[in-house]
């Protein structure tokens, strides 16, 4: 029996590979393959500028902006592909922003994790604590309020949120503002001017991220009242442990195995929806590069961003994975865990 | 129940049934000629009453039903009763409920006039003077055809896997999880927007089943871990030892008593549809092929003045339509999560009783 560690790494290794190898396919086996529409664009462009275009040069131009070469056999070229990203980081040349499509992403990828991660934690943080405080209430006015509440938050997409976020707060009150993500007057740096206008520009994309994260608290709340009914918990009262220990270090700590689990699936939504989060806020990191490639019809842009998204997911996926053991010592000892 | 091809073969405990046979297996039921009216109703008393009985019961089905049963109404019922939107048939940038948007009409039927009604742009018109109502009610025909595609299209792809891996097990079952897995963990809407970049995908029923494919993934993770508590179950077994095929086992003593997870997943999946189709199409990811509720949301945020409130019903009247259906759905799945689910039924009588036993005990 393979460890559990061995096991999660093993699989964000594949997930990894197999994302890398789907981007190669698309460059290379699709019929009418964005190779061919990045050739007759740039055909396009060079005849736009009045030069003189020679086809063989601007299909050499095409090999060296997606990496992929076309002359040589499939699995060569595949090979060639592979290891120009895993070695080299070298995924193609953006055809719109003519440059080197790593570093461009790479220094948005700060960006995407600060818009992301407080929208998951805090999100989640707020969905479980009123799990447990709809669960100590059950049966109570308190507890069918809050649990209407948190279906109507289901049902209303989070993107709505943003969009009248933007609309009232934004454009008609004028309190945050509407596009960008610093002030472009402030210097970068520990200093109160910055800060402020980062937290002002950050403001309304993660409270839609809140928002959207909000949903574990119902299946807290189930989980919750489900142990509480449980023979340990009465014992637990009968020996007079305190109400609060016995809150938050028998049922509490159970309650939210099946929780985290449903965390780790978030996060693999988390960075898709950041795609229109960051489209609806003007907000320039990995999704609105991604939305942008989309437009320009930059394929290697668009490649680079997907498996830049691959990577920050499988990365929190792992740290979550790898965590889990913490709160569950049970996955080192017992062998697999039935669910993911 | 006659015996089938492969029950007539010699059995490996030395037992031949291919003489005499109907003098064990024949049933009662099997000698009566029954009429179809009978068995029609039969079939319409376990499949359709029982089943919207239970559902009634619960307050969430029912309202989640009403819901659900006016949204079926707009791509079945409300395009037929509506005229098609046009440009410049009403006024620009109406107001909604302005003078005369509702008169009395007769209309003829077979000859009689009965009393019927005329809506005119009762929600408003946009700038091209298009009414509201109309663009609202046939933007929802792409929205349903994505829904039923890419759902269906999951419901299938979900229970077939895990119920193969969970009956079949070993290898099979790894290597299924393990592309379960690997689905699971890319993120969904980044390959979409891929897929949708390289195909340009313009029929809504090929865009509902690209939306579809991050959505089976959960449910055969469900599926499987369900399969794998039944196939330990001695009917099972029995089943297996009868000789019946691995399919008619899958079907009957796998698949029916998973048909209420497979319908809430199905809501669930719907509810996700509806999320990412409108939010694509809301930024111009998915090519504007068609009039859905999405493109329409769009044009309407491109419309609406900011500075002017009295316009903010243009961005209204969508977002009301689109939450409305997946508030239908996600109630409606609760309510079924609730009516179906026997374990959660038999632990909240356990926890009365217990309850009921313990409130001394606990109540120091």
């Known amino acids: 029996m393979v460890s559990y560690y061995a096991r999660r790494i093993g699989m964000a290794a594949l997930v990894l590979f197999i994302s890398v190898t789907f981007a190669f396919a698309v460059f290379r086996l699709m019929p009418g393959s964005p190779a061919e529409a990045m050739f007759q664009n740039l055909m396009a462009r060079c005849e736009q500028s009045g030069r003189t275009c020679d086809a063989d040069r601007i299909w050499r131009r095409v090999q060296v902006i997606t990496g992929v070469d076309y002359d040589k056999p499939l699995h060569i070229a595949y090979f060639e592909y592979l290891r120009d990203i895993f070695i080299y980081q070298d995924f193609g040349e953006s055809i719109w922003k003519r440059e080197p499509v790593f570093p461009y992403l790479l220094e948005k990828v700060p960006w995407a994790i600060f818009l992301s991660i407080y929208g998951l934690t805090v999100g989640r ?129 159970n309650a939210i195995l099946p929780v985290y689990t449903n965390i780790m699936m978030g ?55 790898l965590t889990y ?14 669910s993911f | ?96 409920f302005q003078e005369g948007w509702f008169t009395w009409t007769t209309a003829n039927v077979f000859g009689l006039s009965i009393p019927w009604f005329e809506i005119s742009a009762a929600l408003g018109s946009n700038s091209t003077g298009q009414s509201m109502e109309a ?33 079949k097990g070993g290898r099979i079952d790894g290597v299924l999880m393990t592309i379960t897995d690997v689905v699971l963990t890319v993120p969904g809407t980044a390959l979409i927007v891929v897929l949708a970049a390289v195909w340009r995908p313009e ?15 959960g449910l055969a993770r469900t599926v499987r871990s369900q399969v794998l508590s039944f196939r330990e179950e001695s009917v099972v077994e029995a089943h297996r030892a009868l000789g019946l095929s691995t399919r008619t086992i899958l079907r009957r003593d796998m698949i029916s008593p998973l048909m209420p997870y497979i319908s809430i997943n199905f809501a669930g999946g719907a509810r996700g549809i509806i999320f990412e189709s409108v939010g694509l199409y809301f930024i111009g990811i998915l090519p504007y092929t068609n009039e859905n509720w ?15 409130p009295n316009t903010f019903y243009y961005l209204f009247e969508p977002m009301l339509i689109i939450s409305g259906l997946t ?12 009516v179906f689910n026997v374990r959660l039924q038999a632990r909240h009588e356990a926890q009365d009783q217990d309850k009921e036993e313990g409130a001394q005990a606990i109540d120091t």
Do not use: C
């Open chain 2, 203 to 217: 029929n809504a029923w090929v865009v509902g089943i690209i939306l579809g494919i991050d959505n089976w993934p």
């Open chain 1, 125 to 253: 943080a707020i969905g479980i604590i009123l799990g447990a405080m709809m669960a100590y209430k059950e049966g109570s006015r308190f507890d069918s309020g809050l649990t209407l509440f948190t279906i109507l938050n289901q049902g209303i997409p989070y993107f709505f949120v943003a969009i009248l976020g933007l609309v009232f707060l934004g454009f008609n009150l004028g309190w945050f503002p509407t596009s960008g993500r610093m002030n472009p007057d402030t210097v970068a740096g520990l200093n109160y001017p910055f800060i402020a206008g980062l937290a002002a520009h950050a403001f309304l994309p993660i409270s839609t991220g809140i928002v959207a994260s909000l949903g574990g608290g119902l299946a807290f709340r189930g989980n919750s009242v489900r142990e509480m009914g449980k023979p340990y918990i009465k014992l637990a009262h009968l020996r007079g442990i305190p109400d609060g220990r016995i809150a938050l270090r028998y049922v509490g700590r």
């Open chain 2, 135 to 167: 663009l609202l009610i046939y933007g929802s025909v792409p929205i349903f055809q994505m829904i039923i595609s890419g759902a269906v299209f999951a419901a299938f792809l979900g229970t077939f896997i895990g119920v193969f891996a969970g009956y």
């Open chain 2, 294 to 308: 999405g493109v329409i949301l769009n044009s309407s945020y491109d419309n609406i003045s900011v500075t002017n």
């Open chain 2, 1 to 96: 129940m006659s015996p089938s091809e492969s029950d007539r073969s010699p059995r490996s405990d030395g037992g031949d049934i291919t003489g005499g046979e109907d003098l064990f297996t024949q049933r009662a039921a099997d000698s009566v000629e029954e009429s179809y009216a009978v068995l029609l109703r039969r079939w319409a008393r376990s499949f359709i009453y029982a089943p919207i009985m239970a559902a009634w019961d619960d307050w969430r089905t029912r309202v989640g039903g009403l819901i659900l049963l006016f949204y079926i109404s707009l791509p079945t019922l409300g395009v037929w009763i509506t005229p098609a939107p046009q440009p410049f048939r009403h006024g620009l940038n109406m107001a909604p």
């Open chain 1, 267 to 321: 996060i693999a939504s988390l960075f898709g929806s950041s795609i229109i989060i960051e489209q609806i806020f003007t907000y320039p990191a990995i999704g609105y590069a991604t939305y942008n490639a989309l437009v320009q019809r930059d394929y290697p842009l668009l490649m680079g961003a997907f498996v830049f998204f691959t990577t920050l997911t499988v990365l929190g996926i792992l740290l979550a994975d």
């Open chain 1, 325 to 338: 053991g913490i709160i569950d010592p049970r996955v080192n000892t017992g062998g697999d865990r039935e």
């Open chain 2, 327 to 338: 508030f239908g759905l996600i109630l409606f799945a609760q309510g079924l999560d609730q």
